[in-house]
């Protein structure tokens, strides 16, 4: 069965650094893409960073030269670099790998089971 698992996380002092990492196994179909999303209180969940096999980034604008996102293809691990962080950036962050296709009724295999990243002082 298809599993994506993060790790990474916790506390960390404004403008300090975290890196969070997942991993996707199981999956029947090649892994085209992987992305980090997040999610605050109060807020609806966005996506944070993308990267596609090719090594295509993209970035939403509030993350954009702070954040790196980078995989590694032969492992279908995704990381999450993430430099001077701000309160505002405390959520909870998921990750999701889109595979070529998504197999019928497994959709939401395919995203990890999120990890608290707090920035406070």
């Known amino acids: 069965q298809v599993q994506v698992v993060q790790s990474g996380g916790g506390l960390v002092q404004p403008g300090g650094s975290l890196t969070l990492s997942c991993t996707a196994s199981g999956s029947i179909f090649r892994i085209v893409g992987m992305d980090w999303y997040r999610q605050a209180p109060g807020k609806e969940r966005e996506l944070v960073a993308s990267?596609?096999?090719?090594?295509?980034?993209n970035y939403a604008d509030s993350v954009k030269g702070r954040f790196t996102i980078s995989r590694d293809n032969a492992k279908d691990t995704v990381y999450l670099k993430m430099n001077h962080l701000k309160p505002e950036d405390t959520a909870v962050y998921y990750c999701?790998?889109?595979?070529?296709?998504?197999?019928?009724?497994?959709?939401?295999?395919?995203w990890g089971q999120g990890t608290q990243v707090t920035v406070s002082s």
């Open positions: 999701n790998a889109k595979p070529q296709l998504v197999p019928r009724g497994e959709s939401s295999l395919y």
């Open positions: 990267i596609a096999s090719g090594g295509i980034t």
